[in-house]
Antibody, heavy 123, light 107 residues
Framework: QVQLVQSGAEVRKPGASVKVSCKASGYTFTTYSLTWVRQAPGQGLEWMGWISGYNGHTNYAQKLQGRVTMTIDTATSTAYMELRSLRSDDTALYYC????????????????WGQGTLVTVSS | DIQMTQSPSSLSATVGDRVTITCQASQDINNYLNWYQQKPGKAPKVLIYDASSLERGVPSRFSGSGSGTDFTLTISSLQPEDIATYYCQQYDSLPITFGQGTRLDIK
């Protein structure tokens, strides 16, 4: 079965960087894109961007451009999300999810999710 | 960015009730809409994709409808395990955006 296993919780000071990993199993990694979604405490869901598991092509949310980098390692079926210049409002639970494509363009949805990685930014 | 507005923000219902949650997009998004359920302490789970298609394994009491700017998620007979927050999500254009969520609990 499809599994996405994320790295553990992180604590960082403002201005630092964090890199979260998402290891995929149970499917062919290069066939799907992976997306990153974050959720601040008690808040809703915010899309951060996605990355192709085939060629590493990315689309990022405009508000994070310049601070976020998503990468993949196809040898280990792992995706990474690095966020730099952290601020207190980056404190959130970060999820990776697999992007399922429908039969007709542009149908797509997020069909399998990791367990989430809590990133806390505090001085 | 396309704004997604859900209503109500929260609701209480009785087991067996028919429950309806609405989602309105700030512009026409065709049927490019998905619904997710998030239980406390858990990752979201897709229920409905393409506005009205039921994800495999999701109980048939869940259904979705709508097109353009107005969409509905319906639970035909509320069960105790449906306690969760529900989110709509559009994929008509980037950035992907979610509604603010509807918290559902049992009366």
């Amino acid at each position: 079965q499809v599994q996405l296993v994320q790295s553990g919780a992180e604590v960082r000071k403002p201005g630092a960087s964090v890199k979260v990993s998402c290891k995929a199993s149970g499917y062919t990694f290069t066939t799907y894109s992976l997306t990153w979604v974050r959720q601040a405490p008690g808040q809703g869901l915010e899309w951060m961007g996605w990355i192709s598991g085939y060629n590493g092509h990315t689309n990022y949310a405009q508000k994070l451009q310049g601070r976020v980098t998503m990468t993949i390692d196809t040898a280990t079926s792992t995706a990474y999300m690095e966020l730099r210049s952290l601020r207190s409002d980056d404190t959130a639970l970060y999820y990776c999810a697999r992007r399922q494509m429908g039969a007709t363009i542009p149908s797509n949805w997020f069909d399998s999710w990791g367990q989430g990685t809590l990133v806390t930014v505090s001085s | 960015d396309i704004q997604m507005t859900q209503s109500p923000s929260s609701l209480s219902a009785t087991v067996g009730d028919r429950v309806t949650i609405t989602c309105q997009a700030s512009q026409d998004i065709n049927n490019y809409l998905n619904w997710y359920q998030q239980k406390p302490g858990k990752a979201p789970k897709v229920l409905i994709y393409d506005a009205s298609s039921l994800e495999r394994g999701v109980p048939s009491r869940f259904s979705g409808s709508g097109s353009g700017t107005d969409f509905t998620l319906t639970i035909s007979s509320l069960q105790p395990e449906d306690i969760a927050t529900y989110y709509c999500q559009q994929y008509d254009s980037l950035p992907i955006t979610f509604g603010q969520g509807t918290r559902l609990d049992i009366k």
